[in-house]
């Protein structure tokens, strides 16, 4: 879920760059001092994640874990995602410093859209909602991702239409896969710390 | 602090089913009057069915273009005599290239064109032909034994190159390390207040 460098255009990249600024302002004005451990701990699995390949299909396909930071985190998902790609970037080479814009708004946009959908669904029903919501949130993250994606490829020419079959269905399994991350951590969270699932956070 | 525990057991529960994606890496080199392309992603499977556009790395322009096949590789006869960047476009926004320097490609000509011209013509004008039909010979017999024997060593190179595509458990654990540096900064910026 990286674009890589050289293939986006300056005026899609400074775009990608101001919202995702936006984005980490808002994040970081709503990170209180408690809640920063949190958000350190979801940035390294989102880190983590796009090393963890999935061998279904003919494209390879990485865990992306957006949805999972969106529902539990809002608005910070911008920061914590920010730092996790840079580091991917600085050590794994992925992606690249002048698309960390673009890339960290393809993924945390839409792990913003999945809290506000899901997070009351999430936080306020019991398990079998909470479960089905979490899900849905984890597939959402990753899907929308890919749709943001075909987005910015089509600046450079390529017919929006084929590029997001291509990308939605190569991240099928994985969207499975993320709705079923999703819901096991916010069921966890549920039963052993379930005050960190408190509405209002 | 029970989160916390919990996310890093998982985060080491899958370390050891780590497969690695999401990067293309391109590699080639001359030879023989070609030049030979092989793209590939961090996981080791083969960039197949994948856009590759040739440039000419001094001037910008771009001489041709082609597909790579089911393995990953595409070839192509040397358009001219300059370095040559090849650029690989995979699927899904994937983009990467790799420059071949102007000797290595003048050397894969080959001696026909330019080496053997400047040393052998002074050879005519002294020597019977035959010495010279001799030395031709000799020279492509040397040529082809050195491209069976470097073939391997090839190969090696390509291997290491791609494994250090690859991100290590260095490069994971420094990652993980500099979070919780970054982690401590924040507390200590907004514990101050």
């Known amino acids: 879920m990286h674009i890589s460098e050289g293939i986006l255009s300056a005026p899609v990249l400074v775009t990608g760059a101001a919202l995702a600024a936006g984005g980490v302002a808002l994040g970081l004005k709503k990170m209180d001092y408690e809640r920063i451990p949190e958000v350190a701990v979801l940035s390294s699995a989102f880190f983590v994640a796009s090393l963890i390949h999935v061998p279904l299909g003919p494209s390879s396909v990485h865990l992306v874990l957006n949805g999972l930071v969106g529902v539990l985190l809002g608005w910070i998902a911008f920061p914590s995602i920010l730092v996790a790609l840079t580091l991917q970037t600085l050590l794994f080479q992925f992606g690249g410093f002048t698309v960390l814009g673009v890339n960290t708004f393809n993924m945390a946009a839409p792990a913003v859209v999945s809290y506000y959908l899901f997070n009351y669904l999430v936080r306020r029903g019991n398990y079998t909602v909470s479960a089905g919501a979490a899900f849905l949130a984890g597939a959402l993250g990753v899907g929308g991702g890919a749709m943001l994606i075909a987005l910015c490829l089509v600046t450079t020419g390529e017919e929006f239409i084929s590029v997001a079959k291509v990308i939605l269905l190569a991240h099928m399994p994985v969207m499975i896969i993320e709705g079923l991350i999703t819901s096991f951590c916010v069921l966890f969270l549920k039963k052993v710390k379930p005050e960190l699932l408190e509405v209002g956070r | ?193």
Not at chain 2, 40 to 56: Q, T
Not at chain 2, 86 to 98: E, P, R
């Open chain 2, 1 to 193: 602090m029970k989160r916390f525990y919990f996310l890093l057991v998982v985060i080491f529960c899958l370390l050891p089913t780590f497969s690695y994606a999401h990067k293309v890496s391109v590699y080639g080199y001359a030879e023989d009057g070609r030049v030979f392309v092989e793209g590939y992603f961090v996981d080791g499977s083969k960039a197949k069915n994948s856009i590759v556009e040739v440039f000419d790395a001094k001037t910008g322009e771009k001489l041709l273009e082609g597909k790579t096949d089911d393995k990953g590789m595409f070839s192509f006869k040397i358009p001219r005599l300059t370095s040559l960047t090849v650029v690989l476009t995979a699927s899904m926004g994937h983009k990467n290239y790799y420059t071949i320097s102007k000797e290595e490609v003048a050397e894969a000509i080959g001696g026909e064109t330019t080496e053997t011209e400047k040393t052998q013509k002074p050879e005519m004008e002294t020597d019977t032909e035959e010495k010279v039909v001799k030395a031709e010979e000799l020279e492509k017999v040397v040529e082809r034994v050195m491209e069976r024997k470097l073939k391997p060593i090839k190969n090696i190179l390509l291997q290491i190159q791609e494994s250090h595509a690859r991100p290590g458990i260095t490069e994971i654990l420094g990652g993980i390390g500099y979070i919780i540096g970054l982690m401590g900064i924040a507390l200590y910026f907004k514990g101050r207040k």
